[in-house]
C-alpha cells in the first residue's frame, strides 16, 4: 500500500510537471485491470501501436494489464493526479466519481443487442456523457466495448428465486446494487483483481460477467454454473487527464485522436467475436456448466429486473432513461 501511494505521488509530480516527457519523448501510461488477451487489453495495444506509428515514436504509449499498477479505485485516483495519463474503466464505475448518469449503462435488459447500444454510445447522447467528465479534470475520448452480463455461481440459476440469500460480487455501482437486491441476492463491491479469489474461498458465491473476463480470470474454473442471462451491459470510457491532453502540441493531440478512433473501431468489431470464442472455451472447459435459458425463463428474469429501471430514475435522471428508451425502443416485455 505504502508502495502505492508513493508511486501515486512521484507519478502525480512527473505528470503535473510534465516531466513524463523526457527528453522530448511524450509517454502515455495506460493502466487498466483486466487481461491482455480481452476486447479492452487488445484496443489498449492496438492504440498503442496506431499512436506510436502516427506520432513517429513522439509518444511511447505504456500499457499496464491486470491491475498490475493499480487497481480500480486507485486508478481513477492516479489519473486524476496525473501519475497514468489514460485508462478504460468499466462504465459501471464512474458513479464514485460523482459521473451517476453513466450508471443508466448498468441497468438491466436497457440494452438488447450492440446494435441498440451503439445508438447511444456513438451518437449524440454519448457524446453529451463524455463531456459530463470535463468538470471532473478527465477527458473522455471513446467507448469501447466490451459485452452482455450474465450470472454465475456455484448452482444451477433457471430463475430469478435460484439467486436468493446469495452473496453476489458486483462492480461499484448502486443500480447493480439494486439488481441484485431486485432478485434477493446480497450484493458485495469488490475490486476485479479480487473476484477470482473471493469466489475460490467462498468469500462470494457468484457474480455477473461477460464471458471474456470470467474466462481471461479463470473465474470458471471456479464457478460451477452460468446461466446466459445476458441481462446487462459491461463496456469502457475511454479517458485521459485532461491538463495532460490539453497540454500536448496540436498536431500530436490531432494524431492521437485519429489512433483512438481507429482502436475504438477495431474495439467494438473484435467484442462480440471475443466474447463469442471465450464462452465456447468455458463450455468447452467442462469446468462450468453453460445453460441457456428459455424464452420464458428470460421473460420471468426481465420481469423481475426492469422495476430497477424505476428505481433507479432519480440518481441517473429520467430525461437521461427516456432518451436512451427514445433511441433503442425498449419495452418491457
Ligand atoms: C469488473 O470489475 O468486473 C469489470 O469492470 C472489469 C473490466 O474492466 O472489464
Redesign the pocket.
Known amino acids: 500500500m505504502k508502495l502505492k501511494i508513493a508511486a501515486l505521488i512521484v507519478g502525480a509530480t512527473f505528470g503535473m510537471t510534465g516531466m513524463a516527457h523526457a527528453a522530448g519523448e511524450i509517454v502515455i501510461k495506460f493502466s ?3 487481461a491482455q488477451d ?1 476486447p ?1 487489453g487488445q484496443a489498449a495495444e492496438y492504440f498503442k501501436k496506431l499512436a506510436e506509428e502516427r506520432t513517429k515514436g513522439k509518444v511511447k504509449v505504456q500499457v499496464y494489464p491486470n491491475s498490475q499498477l493499480y487497481k ?1 479505485k486507485e486508478e481513477l485516483e492516479a489519473l486524476q493526479l496525473g501519475a497514468v495519463q489514460m485508462l ?3 462504465l ?2 464512474f458513479g464514485p466519481l460523482g459521473a451517476k448518469e453513466f450508471e443508466v449503462f448498468d441497468l438491466p435488459y436497457i440494452f438488447d443487442n450492440y446494435e441498440e447500444l451503439h445508438k447511444v454510445t456513438q451518437g449524440p447522447i454519448g457524446q453529451q456523457l463524455l463531456a459530463k467528465l470535463e468538470p471532473k479534470g478527465i477527458k473522455g475520448l471513446a467507448f469501447w466495448d ?1 459485452g452482455f452480463k450474465s450470472f454465475s455461481a456455484n448452482k444451477p440459476i433457471k430463475t430469478p428465486a435460484d439467486l436468493k440469500g446469495l452473496k453476489m460480487r458486483i ?1 461499484s455501482s448502486k443500480v447493480l446494487e439494486e439488481q441484485m437486491r431486485a432478485l434477493g441476492a446480497l450484493p458485495q463491491v469488490m ?2 483483481s479480487e ?1 477470482y479469489q473471493a469466489l475460490q474461498t467462498g468469500v462470494v458465491d457468484g457474480t455477473e ?1 461477460p464471458p471474456s ?1 470470467m474466462y481471461t480470470q479463470k473465474m470458471h474454473e471456479v464457478q460451477k454454473n452460468l446461466t446466459m442471462t445476458n441481462h446487462g451491459y ?1 463496456g ?1 470510457a475511454v479517458i485521459v487527464n485532461k491538463k495532460f491532453w490539453d497540454g500536448l502540441p496540436a498536431d500530436v493531440r490531432g494524431q492521437l485522436e485519429g489512433a483512438m478512433k481507429d482502436a475504438t473501431i477495431y474495439a467494438n468489431k473484435i467484442a462480440k467475436q471475443k466474447n463469442d470464442e471465450d464462452l465456447a472455451d468455458i463450455a468447452k472447459s467442462g469446468k462450468t456448466q453453460v445453460y441457456n435459458p428459455t424464452p420464458a425463463e428470460r421473460a420471468a428474469f426481465k420481469k423481475a429486473l426492469t422495476p430497477v429501471h424505476a428505481k433507479m430514475a432519480d440518481r441517473i435522471g429520467p430525461n437521461l432513461i427516456k432518451a436512451i428508451y427514445t433511441q433503442t425502443g425498449f419495452t418491457a416485455n
Do not use: E, R
Open positions: 487498466h485491470v483486466v480481452t479492452k480500480d478504460a474503466p468499466s459501471a464505475k466490451n462492480q475490486a476485479f473476484v460477467n473476463n459491461l469502457y
